[in-house]
C-alpha cells in the first residue's frame, strides 16, 4: 500500500508551499471558469444568479440568527419570552421561499430547453470512452482516433518537474472548427466514463451500450481542457481531454491532412514492406515505448523491464505481438493496439527484434497484424 | 434492582457481568451504548481513511498510494462514515433516548434489539476485511455504479454480503424503533406530545424499512450479474447500467434522509434547553419531516442528470428537488425564530447546535444550486458536490450528533464533561472543517472531478489548504474521544436535570438513570 | 404495568414485515417498470418494436426527410469487425427503409457476440421503431465470416417537426459470459480474446 520511501518528504515541502507555488500558478479561481460557448455563457449567468439569491437569504436569515445570539444571551440579562409559534410567520416563511423558487425555475428551464436542442448540427463527433483513454470518430469525415495522456510518468512519479499542463495534455487533441455546431454523440467501450470540458460546458455520461447526445459551438479559437469526471477504475484521474478550436479553414485543412494520412495508412497496411522501411519507420515508432522502456530498449531495472535480450523480444513472434497489442494485465505495459496501426505495429516489433543487440532477423509485415486483432 | 415483581422479571435480575453482560445484553441503555461506541470506533476507523486520501491530495502527484489504493480509500471513507458512524450512531441515540423520551421501560422488542447491534460487528469485519483480499478492497466508489463494480474482484461480493447484512440490522432496528413508539407510549404520551426527537426517528424508520430492501434488491442484482449469468446491468447481456443508477438512487436519496433527520431531531431538542424557550412551530416542524421524507421519494434523478434524461425528466426532478428547500427552509426559520428572544447561554451542545442550523445551511443552499439541471452539469461530479454533501453530512450529521453527545452525556454517564475540552473540540472542529471543506466548492466550480488521486497545478493551492484543515479536523477528533472517556471515568456529578430547566421526560429521572426505568409509567401532564 | 399486550406487538411487526419483504420485491419490479417507462418515454434510446403492417398502415409524410444516421461500436473483448454498411439515408416518415451493417469475425475460432442498440436524440427514440433487427440475440460468427445484419425500420409521422436527424447506434458485446456451458459445447467456442478487460 506504501509506494513511497519517503511520506514526510511532502510535509517538509509544506513552509514552501504557498509562496513557491502562488507565484508560479496559483489561479485562486473562485467560480466557473470563463466560458467559451454560448450555454457556458448562459450557466455562468444562471450560476451567478442562483448564488447570489443563495448568499443574500444566507446573510439575512444568519444576520437575524446571530443578532438574537447576540442580543438574547442569559449573560446579557435577557429574559426568556415564551411564544411558541405564530401562523402568520409560518406562513409567510412559506410562501416567499416558493415564490423564490418559482423565479429560480423560470431561467433554469429556460436554459435547459436551449442545452437539450441538439438539431441542426454542422457535424457530429463520436466519442467512446475507454479504460482509459478518448476515442474521437469525425463522422462525416470518416476517420478517427485515440486520444491519450501525454504527460511522462515522470512527472507523476514526482522524478521530474511538472509541466505547465500536467495531467491536462494528450497525444491527439479534438480539433473543431469555431463557429459552428457540433453535436457529440458519446459512449463508452467498457464502463461509465463522463466526457466534460468546463469551458464548453459539456458533461455527459459516456455509457456503454448506449449513446447520449450533447452539443456545443465554441465561439473563441483556443484550447480548452478538461477531465473525465464519472469514476472509472484506476485510471479515472489519468484520461484528460483537450479540445483545440480552430477557424473552420484551418478545420478543413486539418480534415483534410487526417484523411490523406488515413488514406495513406490504408495503402501502406496492404502491401508488403521492406526491412529497412520497416526498421526506419519502427525506430520512430520506439518513441512510445521509449517512455518506459528506455530509447536503448534498456528499461529501467526492477521498475520497465528491458527489451534488449529480453525472452519476449528474442522469443515467438506471436508472444511478442500478443504483449504490445493487448498490454499485460496487472503491469503499467497497455494493450497497444488501438493507439498504433497494423504498419505501426509491424514495424515497432520488428525494429525491437532486431536492434538493442536482438539478432532475431524476424520481419513483421502490417498484414499479419492485421489479422490478431 | 427492586424490581422483581414485574412482569419481566427474568430479564431484570442475575444479568451476566464483564464481556458476557455486553453480548448478551437485551437493555436498552447497553444496546445504546454499545451503538454509540461503534459508531465513535468506526468514525475514527472511516476518518482515518480520509486521511489518507487528503495526504495523497496534498500535493499533485502520486506520493503515499497508488492510484487503485486510493479508490479503494475513497469507497471505504463513504460506506464506513455512512452505515458504521452515521447510522449506527443515530440508532445509538434511539436506543438510549426513545424509551426515555416516551416513558417507556425499554424497547418493544429487546432481543431483537441485541441481534441488530450484534449484526453490525460481523458486517463490518466482512466489509473491513475485504481490504485485505487479493487485489484489495471495493474501489469503484460507494455508489457500486455498474459495469463498473461487475469488473472488480472478490470485494465486491464481500462489499455486497456486508450491505445485506447492515441492511438487515438497519431495518430490524427501525422495526424496533415503529413499535415501540406506537405500543410503547406511557399513558397521555400523544402523537403530538412526542418530543421531536421521537417524531423525526419514527420518519426515519419508514424511511429506512421502504428503500433499504430497495437497495437489498440492488445489490442482489449486481451480485447474480457478477456470478449467476443475469444481465440486468451489463450491457453486453443487454442490461442497461443506468438502471442499477435509478434503483440506488431510489434507495440513496431517502438514504440521505436517514442520516439527517434524526440530527434535525437532536437539534429540535437542544436549542429549547439553551434558549430556554420551547421550541417554536411544533406541529410545522413535524410536518417538514414528513414533506421532507415523502418528497425524498420523487427526486432521486438529481444525482444523476448527466446521464443523459429526456427534457421532461431533467425538469420533473429538478422542480421537486427544488420543493425540498420550502420543508427545509421552515426547519431552518423554526430554528432561528426559537432563539429569538430566549434567554440564551452557549454551552458545548448549544455551540453544535448553532452551528449546524449555519453550517447546514451552507449545505442546503449548495444543494439548491445543485437541483438547477443546467448548472449541474457543471458541477456533477466535482469537489462541489464533495464540498456540498460533508456541509450537510459532517456539519450536519456528524455535528449534530457531537452536539447531542454533549447534551445527554451527563445523563448517561452522571458526570458532567469537561467543559473547556468541549469547548476546545468543538472551536476546532468547526474552524478546520470549514477550512477543509469550503476551498472544496472552489476546486469544485474550477473544475476538479472528484475520486481522483491526483490532480493539475492550477488546484494545488486549495488542495494544500483543505488537507491542512483536514489533518486538523482529525486530530480534533481525538480530543472528542478523550472527552467522552475522561466523562465516562469520573467528573463532576450531574443533577437529575443537568441544565436549566430543560423539557423532557429523561430529565425527570436521576443521572444516571438506573438500569430499569419507567417501570412504572410516567404520569404526562 | 402499561406494557400493550404482545398481540398487538406482533401484528405491527407482521406488517413491518410485509412492508419490508414489498419493498425488496419492489427493487425488482423497478425493471420491468423502468423498461416501460422507457419504451414509453424513449428514456435511454430504448425503442419501440412494431411489425411491417402497422408500420406503413398511418400513411407516408411526404412533406419532409428525416436523415438517419447509423454508427457502431465493437467492444475490446470481441474481435470482429462491425460496421454500418451506409454512413446515413434520408427517409420520409411513415416510410419503411432498410440498413444493414457488417460484421466481421477477425478471430481464428468461432465467436458469440450480442448487440445492444441505442437512438439519439432521446426525444426521437419512441418515433423510431424497427420491425427487423439483430439485437439482443446470440451471433455466432466462424472464423473469418463475414455476415450482413439487415435492420428495418420506420420512422413514426408524429416525430417531432424540430428533429431532423436520428442516429441510430448499435454496440456489440462478446456474449460469451452468458452462453451455457451446454451452448458452448454446440456453437464450439472458446474462450474469448484475452484482453477483455484491457
Not at chain 1, 466560458?35 to 455563457?41: A, D, K, M, Q, S
Not at chain 1, 515505448?289 to 513472434?317: M, R, T
Request: glycine content about 8%; charged content about 15%; hydrophobic content about 50%.
Amino acid at each position: 500500500m506504501l509506494r513511497s520511501s519517503k511520506p514526510f518528504a511532502v510535509l517538509a515541502m509544506f513552509s514552501m508551499l504557498l509562496t513557491a507555488t502562488t507565484a508560479v500558478k496559483a489561479e485562486w479561481g473562485l467560480n466557473l471558469p470563463t466560458p467559451v460557448t454560448p450555454i457556458g455563457e448562459e450557466i455562468l449567468n444562471l450560476h451567478n444568479l442562483i448564488m447570489l439569491i443563495c448568499a443574500v437569504i444566507f446573510v439575512g436569515v444568519f444576520s437575524v440568527m446571530f443578532y438574537s445570539l447576540y442580543a438574547h444571551r442569559k449573560s446579557k440579562g435577557h429574559e426568556a419570552s415564551q411564544f411558541s409559534h405564530s401562523t402568520k410567520a409560518e406562513i409567510i416563511w412559506s410562501v416567499i421561499p416558493a415564490l423564490i423558487l418559482v423565479g429560480m425555475a423560470i431561467p433554469s428551464t429556460a436554459t435547459l430547453i436551449h442545452m437539450e436542442d441538439t438539431t441542426e448540427a454542422d457535424l457530429t463527433v463520436k466519442i467512446t470512452g475507454y479504460q482509459w483513454k478518448w476515442r474521437y470518430d469525425y463522422l462525416d469525415s470518416g476517420f478517427h482516433f485515440y486520444s491519450n495522456l501525454s504527460t511522462d510518468r515522470a512527472q507523476i512519479l514526482n522524478e521530474a518537474e511538472k509541466g505547465p499542463n500536467y495531467l491536462l495534455e494528450v497525444d491527439r487533441e479534438l480539433v473543431l472548427p469555431v463557429g459552428k455546431k457540433v453535436r457529440f454523440l458519446v459512449t463508452a467501450n467498457d464502463v461509465i466514463h463522463a466526457w466534460w470540458v468546463p469551458k464548453l460546458a459539456v458533461k455527459k455520461d459516456a455509457i456503454p451500450g448506449f449513446i447520449n447526445e450533447i452539443w456545443t459551438r465554441i465561439d473563441e479559437p483556443g484550447t480548452y481542457r478538461g477531465q473525465c469526471a464519472e469514476l472509472c477504475g484506476k485510471d479515472h484521474g489519468f484520461m484528460p481531454i483537450v479540445v483545440r478550436a480552430v477557424p473552420p479553414e484551418e478545420y478543413d485543412a486539418w480534415v483534410a491532412e487526417k484523411q490523406a494520412a488515413m488514406e495513406q495508412a490504408a495503402a501502406d497496411g496492404a502491401r508488403a514492406w521492406g526491412r529497412n522501411e520497416l526498421i526506419a519507420k519502427g525506430k520512430e515508432v520506439h518513441s512510445t515505448c521509449a517512455v518506459c522502456h528506455g530509447a536503448d530498449g534498456k528499461g529501467i531495472p526492477n521498475v520497465f523491464p528491458p527489451i534488449a535480450g529480453s525472452d519476449v523480444a528474442q522469443g515467438p513472434v506471436e508472444q511478442h505481438l500478443e504483449v504490445v497489442m493487448n498490454g499485460r494485465q496487472g503491469t503499467p505495459m497497455q494493450a497497444f493496439k488501438h493507439q498504433l496501426n497494423d504498419v505501426e505495429l509491424a514495424a515497432v516489433i520488428t525494429y525491437q527484434r532486431n536492434s538493442f543487440g536482438n539478432a532475431t532477423g524476424d520481419l513483421i509485415q502490417p498484414a499479419d497484424v492485421s489479422v490478431l486483432r | 434492582m427492586a424490581t422483581a415483581e414485574t412482569a419481566h422479571h427474568e430479564h431484570h435480575d442475575h444479568h451476566p457481568t464483564g464481556l458476557m453482560r455486553w453480548v448478551t445484553t437485551t437493555n436498552h441503555k447497553d444496546i445504546g451504548t454499545l451503538y454509540l461506541l461503534f459508531s465513535l470506533l468506526m468514525f475514527m476507523v472511516g476518518g482515518a481513511m480520509a486521511m489518507v486520501i487528503r495526504a495523497e491530495l496534498f500535493q499533485p502527484g502520486l506520493q503515499i498510494v497508488d492510484p487503485h489504493f486510493f479508490n479503494q480509500m475513497t469507497t471505504m471513507h463513504a460506506l464506513v462514515m455512512i452505515f458504521g458512524a452515521i447510522m449506527p450512531g443515530f440508532v445509538g441515540f434511539a436506543n438510549w433516548m426513545l424509551p426515555l423520551m416516551i416513558g417507556a421501560p425499554d424497547m418493544a422488542l429487546p432481543r431483537l434489539n441485541n441481534w441488530s447491534f450484534w449484526i453490525l460487528p460481523f458486517g463490518f469485519a466482512m466489509l473491513l476485511g475485504s481490504l485485505f483480499t487479493a487485489g484489495g478492497g471495493p474501489a469503484g466508489g460507494w455508489t457500486l455504479y455498474a459495469p463498473l463494480s461487475i469488473q472488480g474482484g472478490m470485494s465486491v461480493d464481500m462489499t455486497i454480503f456486508a450491505v445485506h447484512m447492515l441492511g438487515v440490522s438497519s431495518v430490524l432496528g427501525a422495526i424496533n424503533v415503529i413499535v415501540t413508539i406506537f405500543n410503547m407510549r406511557a399513558p397521555g404520551m400523544d402523537l403530538l406530545k412526542m418530543p421531536l426527537f421521537v417524531w423525526t426517528w419514527l420518519i426515519t424508520a419508514f424511511l429506512l424499512i421502504a428503500v433499504m430492501p430497495v437497495l437489498a434488491g440492488a445489490v442482489t442484482m449486481l451480485l447474480t450479474d457478477r456470478h449467476f449469468g443475469t444481465a440486468f446491468f451489463d450491457p453486453a447481456g443487454g442490461g442497461d447500467p443506468v438502471l442499477f443508477q435509478h434503483i440506488f438512487w431510489f434507495f440513496g436519496h431517502p438514504e440521505v434522509y436517514i442520516l439527517i433527520l434524526p440530527a434535525f431531531g437532536i437539534l429540535s431538542e437542544i436549542i429549547p434547553t439553551f434558549a430556554r424557550k420551547p421550541l417554536f412551530g411544533y406541529v410545522s416542524m413535524v410536518l417538514a419531516v414528513a414533506g421532507i421524507a415523502f418528497l425524498s421519494f420523487i427526486v432521486w434523478a438529481h444525482h444523476m442528470f448527466t446521464v443523459g434524461m429526456p427534457l421532461v425528466g431533467e425538469l420533473f426532478f429538478m422542480y421537486s428537488t427544488m420543493l425540498i428547500a420550502i420543508p427545509t427552509g421552515v426547519k431552518i426559520f423554526n430554528w432561528v425564530a426559537t432563539m429569538w428572544r430566549g434567554s440564551l447561554t452557549f454551552e458545548t451542545p448549544m455551540l453544535f447546535a448553532v452551528s449546524v442550523v449555519f453550517l447546514f445551511t451552507i449545505g442546503g443552499l449548495s444543494g439548491l444550486m445543485l437541483a438547477i439541471t443546467p448548472a449541474d452539469f457543471q458541477y456533477h461530479d466535482t469537489y462541489f458536490v464533495v464540498a456540498h454533501f460533508h456541509y450537510v453530512l459532517f456539519s450536519g450529521a456528524i455535528m449534530a450528533m457531537m452536539g447531542g453527545a454533549y447534551y445527554w452525556l451527563p445523563k448517561w454517564t452522571g458526570h458532567m464533561y469537561d467543559e473547556r475540552l468541549g469547548k476546545w473540540h468543538f472551536w476546532t472542529t468547526a474552524i478546520f472543517f470549514n477550512i477543509t471543506f469550503f476551498p472544496q466548492h472552489f476546486l469544485g466550480l474550477a473544475g476538479m472531478p472528484r475520486r481522483i488521486p491526483d490532480y493539475a497545478l492550477q488546484f494545488t493551492e486549495f488542495n494544500v489548504i483543505s488537507s491542512i484543515g483536514a489533518f486538523g479536523l482529525g486530530i480534533s477528533q481525538i480530543l472528542f474521544v478523550y472527552v467522552v472517556y475522561k466523562c465516562i471515568q469520573g467528573g463532576e456529578r450531574a443533577t437529575q436535570e443537568v441544565w436549566d430547566n430543560p423539557r423532557g421526560l429523561e430529565w425527570t429521572l436521576p443521572s444516571p438513570p438506573p438500569y430499569h426505568t419507567f417501570e412504572t409509567p410516567p404520569v404526562i401532564k | 404495568m402499561t406494557i400493550p399486550s404482545n398481540k398487538s406487538n406482533t401484528r405491527i411487526i407482521l406488517q413491518l414485515v410485509a412492508l419490508t419483504v414489498f419493498m425488496f420485491g419492489f427493487g425488482y419490479a423497478l425493471v420491468p417498470l423502468y423498461d416501460t417507462f422507457c419504451l414509453a418515454f424513449g428514456l435511454n434510446g430504448k425503442t419501440g418494436v412494431t411489425d411491417n403492417q402497422s408500420a406503413v398502415a398511418r400513411g407516408i409524410d411526404n412533406t419532409r426527410w428525416v436523415t438517419v444516421q447509423f454508427t457502431s461500436h465493437t467492444a475490446s473483448g470481441l474481435p470482429w469487425e462491425f460496421t454500418p454498411g451506409q454512413h446515413s439515408v434520408k427517409v420520409r416518415p411513415g416510410q419503411l427503409a432498410d440498413a444493414v451493417y457488417t460484421a466481421q469475425n477477425r478471430a481464428q475460432r468461432p465467436v458469440v457476440g450480442r448487440a445492444t442498440y441505442s437512438v439519439a436524440p432521446a426525444a426521437a427514440a419512441v418515433h423510431f421503431k424497427k420491425t427487423e433487427c439483430f439485437c439482443f440475440t446470440n451471433q455466432v460468427l466462424n472464423p473469418g465470416e463475414l455476415k450482413e445484419m439487415p435492420v428495418r425500420f420506420v420512422v413514426d409521422k408524429d416525430l417531432p417537426a424540430d428533429i431532423h436527424t436520428i442516429t441510430l447506434s448499435y454496440s456489440f458485446f462478446n456474449a460469451e459470459k452468458y452462453l451455457s456451458a451446454k451452448d458452448k459445447a454446440q456453437l464450439g467456442v472458446v474462450k474469448a480474446d484475452a484482453d477483455g478487460k484491457s
